[in-house]
């Protein structure tokens, strides 16, 4: 079993910044692949940010320049660096985890593993 934990929400003005983390649990097998997601009310679950081992990023376009994706696998934590932040961004954020056993996809990847979440608050 991998749990995944988040750590990092809180409320923030528009233009302010925020850094999630996220601990996995696991084999180093089950945390080859991470991302973040986010979730708006009455939305699905939507990519925002996924990395492999070797730290190759890949952002939905929304985010690109603003967010930054990175981990450290010695501790088999992933992180998202959250600047300029629009209230368009407030959302449930989620991270993800997996062995990316049909190959590393970008935001197209599966993830088996998921934390309970972390709200993002944007507003002034």
């Known amino acids: 079993q991998v749990y995944v934990v988040e750590f990092g929400g809180d409320s923030v003005q528009p233009g302010g910044s925020l850094r999630l983390s996220c601990a996995a649990s696991?084999?180093?097998?089950?945390?080859?692949?991470m991302a973040w997601f986010l979730r708006a009310p009455g939305q699905e679950h939507e990519a925002v940010a996924t990395?492999?081992?070797?730290?190759?990023?890949k952002y939905t376009e929304s985010v690109k320049g603003r967010f930054t994706i990175y981990r450290d696998n010695a501790k088999k934590t992933v992180y998202l660096q959250m600047n300029s932040l629009k209230p368009e961004d407030t959302a449930m954020y989620y991270c993800a985890a997996g062995a990316c056993t049909e190959g590393y996809r970008g935001l197209d990847t599966r993830f088996p593993y998921w934390g309970q979440g972390t709200q993002v608050t944007v507003s002034s």
């Open positions: 696991g084999s180093t097998d089950d945390t080859h692949c």
């Open positions: 990395i492999d081992w070797y730290g190759t990023p």
